[in-house]
């Protein structure tokens, strides 16, 4: 039994104009078909997050989602292969995957798209505290503000696990966003583990912590990683203040800030 308030197979979710999800107790189905849900209001959320997409998409304009849970994977959102887009000052909030992934949201094979000051914080999960892609997923993330989001293991914003032998055309691509007061065992605030990552115009990293390796960024395995035009201010960890490399792909580095971190 799915206890998700949506549960979308191959449907298109969307929530629009100031909606509001907030400790959501409820079941909504569909198969082919179209939400569009406006100014909605719901509490009382039990296990089980808010939203379970499978093969289909979900939008998020102008919405909040906050205080979701799940006991597994996605706090907010448990995404299978489809998309999900999030713009127009959307925020998810204060949501946990209690014992798993992405607490806000988990994607398997699927695709994220967040953009337009949306705002995803105070999120936590066991990996990935705000958003774990796994297995050939994709993120694009474009000033987004990521603060406080916290893992009790890798990645305390954004946990990047592609499958080793995947495409590595830019799986992962962050544009312009803030990264503040993230915590982890392993990244602080991005841990990528395989797969590409392309971080550039204007992205900051700061006061984000971890508690083993990379207080901003830990780059391990086979990931690849370009950044320039970046900012690392007053990060820290035992091991890489501001980054810890510890893969076989190449990481590049240009047009960056260091400063303070240690």
Known sequence: VNTSMFYID???LKLTNGTTVQKTKANLSSTDNVFSVSGLNVNELKCGGAIWIKNGSVILDNSTITDSKATLNGGAIYQENGTIEISNNSTIQNCSATNGLGG?????????????????????AKKGGAICV???GQLKASGVVFEGNRSSEDGGALDLNSTPKADKTNNYEIIG???????????????????????HSNTSFQNNNATMYGGAIAVIKEAEVESRGITFQSNYAENGGACYFDS?????????????NG
């Open 10 to 12: 191959g449907g298109t």
């Open 104 to 124: 806000a949201i988990y994607s398997v094979g699927g695709s994220i798209v967040i953009d337009e000051n949306s705002i995803i914080s105070q999120n936590n």
């Open 134 to 136: 796994e297995n050939g």
């Open 177 to 199: 966003c803030t990264f503040s007061n993230n915590s982890a065992k392993n990244g602080g605030a991005i841990c990528v583990e395989n797969g590409k990552l392309s971080i």
């Open 248 to 260: 076989t792909g190449e990481v590049t580095i240009s047009s960056t800030i260091f400063t303070g």
